[in-house]
């Protein structure tokens, strides 16, 4: 009886949903193409998408907290240019212009997180006017530079006579026993976004804040500390999936990573985080994640779908997602009520 019932709860989590749609997504697309299953074209499209994939990991945290972040994109050119202008034209040190930009990206989220957790104001203005205000820093930056902002910056530290990425462009072309290094950096940061979230006291605080702000600050967690910080973690991560980026492309450009926030968000959403706070799951937003990341590698190659066209099912999942949890709810209130009602 006891094993009955944790099959069911196990068989009813969304998570238990998204490795069964994951599943079918190889099924039918495997089936259709052959070609999908490759294992190297399956991995460099995960590395195509990575940006995505690590940022979504830290909004996940913002969302819990009941807040939104929908300045994260527009901080991958910040974090891109910064690390370009300062390398290409200031002449520091490659290493020293990464670390510089991180901490810069930081202090912006750090600014919305403020507004947000001290000030009050709404995060979807918050973080709406962060994202033209940090993507209009991003083009004047790129006006310092020499080189004309529609090219970028390129020519960054590369090779080895015997043709191996090194240094920067390590982090975004090499392999390690012929895995990319963008996907182990993105295995270490589930690891530590897993730890952040379901292991330490942060973790639970961030979900007792995101559940009932007033009651927990009543229970003596300094819940603007906590909500702050979860822009700086989102921006951090922006950060790190900008120099990633432009490690990949070798090219720093104001504008990489446009059009990333509907990805991001989506994500966070299908991976069942709730958009009213206090709910969601680090592997719930890697899964749903991937479901984006393949859905959107198995479209052009199996079905020939134009890559101009492959926002349009993914803003079609948002949209069914978020109805169809608010359907749910409304029947679980329903059943509810109708229970009481019988008492």
Known sequence: MKT??????????????????????????????????RPKSIMTSIVNYISVCIISLFVTLVMIGGGIDIQAASLIGLTSILEGVLWSDVGMNIWLAVLLALVLVSLCGALSGFFVAYCGVQPMVVTLGGSFLYSGLALLVSGLSATPAYQGISGFPAKTEAGAFVGFRFLGKGTVAGIPTQILLYVLLIALSMWLLHRSHYGERLYLTGVNQRAAEYSGIHTRRILMSTYVFSALAAGVAGTLLTSNVNSAKYN??????????????????????????????????????????????????ST????????????AVVLGREIAARHMLSALLRRIRKR
């Open 256 to 305: 990489l990573g446009a059009g990333y926030t509907l990805a991001i968000i989506t994500a966070v959403v299908l991976g069942g985080t709730s958009n009213n706070g206090g709910k969601g799951s680090i592997l719930g937003t890697v899964l749903a994640s991937l479901i984006i990341c393949i859905l959107r590698y198995g479209l052009p190659l199996c079905f020939g779908v």
């Open 4 to 37: 009955r019932s944790t099959l069911k709860k196990l068989f009813l989590r969304w998570e238990t949903f998204l490795i069964l749609f994951l599943i079918l997504e190889f099924v039918v697309f495997g089936a259709a193409n052959p070609k999908f299953l």
């Open 308 to 319: 101009q066209n492959l926002d349009l099912p993914v803003g079609i999942i948002l949209v």
